[in-house]
């Protein structure tokens, strides 16, 4: 069984800053790439980050220059630094990874349950 388990989230002020953990655990064989997926009341949900094994790193234009996806592969921690946060920034935000957790089994993407992030003064 593999779980991703997400932490951080809150409320902040616009302009602040917030930085959201997830750590997966369980029966994990590789860890390939993890990413960062957020969802807003009424709205498609929208892939925010993503980052391969290696450290190679893709943003959505909205977040791009403000936010930061980083990872740790010894604690299978993906992070995400949010900087200079804007109301349009609340949602939820799940965490996401490409995990092989069965030998002979292709690699599938488990998801987090989702951490609440509300910009607002």
């Known amino acids: 069984q593999v779980q991703l388990v997400e932490s951080g989230g809150g409320l902040v002020q616009p302009g602040g800053s917030l930085r959201l953990s997830c750590a997966a655990s369980?029966?994990?064989?590789?860890?390939?790439?993890m990413g960062w997926s957020r969802q807003a009341p009424g709205k498609q949900r929208e892939l925010v980050a993503t980052?391969?094994?290696?450290?190679?790193?893709n943003y959505a234009d909205s977040v791009r220059g403000r936010f930061t996806i980083s990872r740790d592969n010894a604690k299978n921690t993906v992070y995400l630094q949010m900087n200079s946060l804007k109301p349009e920034d609340t949602a939820v935000y799940y965490c996401?990874?490409?995990?092989?957790?069965?030998?002979?089994?292709?690699?599938?993407?488990?998801w987090g349950q989702g951490t609440q992030v509300t910009v607002s003064s």
């Open positions: 369980g029966s994990i064989l590789s860890l390939y790439a």
């Open positions: 996401h990874g490409e995990i092989t957790a069965t030998w002979g089994i292709p690699p599938k993407d488990y």
């Open positions: 980052i391969t094994s290696a450290g190679r790193t």
